[in-house]
């Protein structure tokens, strides 16, 4: 009888998830009552599982079986040819990396972008932010209301005016109909930065 599934996850040093998923997918087989052999479930765990995909866990597990492998063999001189394979078992495995981009430089810019998002909604909470269209448009109307108002200034005012300057009312309507769209046309012609 050998160990149950959880059981051999502790021995393994992994998730009993991860040792279903050896069975379903065959790199380890059980026992026919259901039950795993620690013995031959880590040979076929080496065996079928790729050296990148091993557990960081599973190592210290193997290494003071190496080290009792190294004292019982006798030391040979070390080679040039043994050596660079020794050196890249040794090193690290290279970085996660996608097009150029390093997981962690995403996971960075991931992380910028939700705090700027948090702090335009923070701010449109607080009602700090007017939403830009209503804010144009807004602009828009005030502007064409001054623009009425300006164009019908002279019609108001210019009657009056020439009772106490003793003119003409059409002439002074005229020449201040002219001098206020000659003013607006000015004014029209600035072009405002909206940003």
């Not at 795993?36 to 765990?45: G, L, R, S, T």
């Not at 040979?76 to 090193?91: D, I, M, N």
Request: glycine share 4%.
């Amino acid at each position: 009888m050998g160990l149950s599934i959880r059981a051999y996850a502790r021995h393994r040093g992994v998730s009993h998830v991860a040792v279903k998923k050896a069975i379903d997918t065959g790199r380890i087989t059980p026992l026919p009552d259901g039950t795993i052999n620690p013995v031959a479930a880590d040979a076929q765990w080496a065996a079928n599982t790729a050296p990148t995909r091993r557990s960081v866990a599973a190592e210290p597990k193997e290494a003071p079986q190496l080290a009792a492998a190294t004292r019982e063999t006798p030391q040979a001189p070390t080679s040039a040819s043994s050596r660079p394979q020794r050196e890249a078992a040794e090193s690290p495995p290279p970085a996660l990396s996608t097009g150029g981009t390093s997981l962690l430089q995403a996971r960075t810019v991931n992380e910028v972008v939700k705090a700027q998002t948090n702090k335009v909604r923070l701010a449109r909470l607080k009602g700090e932010l007017v939403d830009r269209s209503q804010a144009v448009a807004h602009v828009f109307k005030l502007a064409r209301a001054e623009r009425d108002a300006w164009l019908n200034w002279p019609a108001r005012i210019s009657a009056q005016m020439a009772a106490v300057l003793g003119v003409d009312p059409h002439v002074l309507h005229v020449a201040l109909d002219a001098a206020v769209r000659q003013q607006l046309q000015d004014l029209g012609d600035l072009q405002p930065k909206v940003d």
